[in-house]
């Protein structure tokens, strides 16, 4: 068996590879080229969201940069007094329910 | 003045599309040598070159110069081969009940007189076909690679991008698959 393996292999050893194009081969091709057939329709999507996602990213930073400094620019509330105010209004006078 | 590949590539990504046909007249028998390993029908080896030269085009711009173009196209070719024969593998023959009298004749004489017997024979080589098409994808690609045309495991590595571990365990399967192969058309000829 082992000569008829190396037998077999020699054999296709010494197959020349067959070169042949057809005719007019490099003129289908551009045609197809050309004509936009070749679009890769997961590469266009892969493409688009990529873009996407990265655009998503940076508004996402710029916003997060906004609401900081935003918050750094107001002044920061009391809440205990705030809470106070809050309780204490129903129990004031001066306002009518 | 003939232009260089590289001029070539680099004058279709900026958008001169008609310099990519003279890369494709180029290497076309090439591709087609390649392909005609793997496939049967005419029909069937042109389509898996236009698949090849298709791919390329849309890669085109992957492609980084590091190595020789040609190098990049084959390894595109090797893995468009492949997926061709993982999805043409309902197709593959699994009986040798057909052997022809010249490939029983040519069997016969390498079992008597293996040193008279030629490898130079029609029935040598329909029998290496008949064998490779009983292979499984990932086997008949690296008996081709490996076996026939003789390339190392880091070329084989590289070209179909399958670590050198993979390699070598997906060649070592393929020899015992070869065997079982050659096994069966020796029990099926002199039982």
Same mark, same amino acid.
């Given at each position: ?97 | ?16 599309? $008609?310099? &990519? %046909? ?7 028998? #090439? ?5 005609? !390993?793997?496939?049967? @029908? ?24 590091? $190595?020789? &173009? %040609? ?7 090797? #893995? ?5 024969? !993982?999805?043409?593998? @309902? ?27 030629? %490898? ?72």
């Amino acid at each position: 068996m082992n000569e008829l393996h190396q037998k077999l292999i020699a054999a296709a050893r010494r197959t020349a590879p067959d070169e042949r194009v057809p005719y007019a081969f490099e003129k289908r091709i551009m045609a197809r080229i050309t004509s936009g057939a070749h679009v890769d329709t997961l590469a266009m999507w892969s493409h688009a969201l990529w873009r996407a996602a990265v655009s998503c990213v940076a508004i996402m930073a710029l916003s997060g940069v906004w609401t900081f400094w935003s918050a750094t620019q107001q002044p920061q509330p009391d809440f205990a007094q705030e809470l106070d105010s809050a309780v204490l209004v129903s129990a004031s006078p001066d306002v009518v329910w | 003045m003939e232009r260089s590949d590289s001029e070539l590539i680099a004058a279709v990504l900026k958008g001169d599309i $008609a310099s &990519f %046909e003279p890369l494709v007249a180029k290497f076309s028998p #090439r591709l087609f040598a390649t392909a005609r !390993r793997y496939a049967r @029908r005419e029909d069937e080896v042109e389509d898996v070159v236009q698949e090849i030269w298709t791919k390329a085009f849309q890669k085109l711009s992957t492609f980084r110069g590091d $190595a020789p &173009f %040609e190098h990049w196209l084959m390894r595109m070719a090797v #893995r468009t081969c492949y997926d061709f024969l !993982r999805h043409h593998q @309902r197709n593959r023959e699994n009986t040798f009940t057909e052997l022809t009298t010249e490939e029983n004749d040519w069997i016969e004489r390498v079992a008597t007189t293996p040193a008279d017997t030629s %490898e130079d024979s029609n029935a040598a080589k329909q029998l290496v076909q008949r064998l490779m098409n009983m292979l499984s994808p990932p086997a008949r690609l690296v008996i081709q690679l490996l076996e026939i045309e003789d390339k190392s495991v880091k070329e084989i590595a590289e070209l179909t991008g399958w670590s050198v571990p993979l390699v070598k365990v997906r060649a070592f399967r393929a020899r015992a698959e070869m065997k079982k192969c050659l096994a069966r058309i020796a029990r099926d000829k002199y039982l």
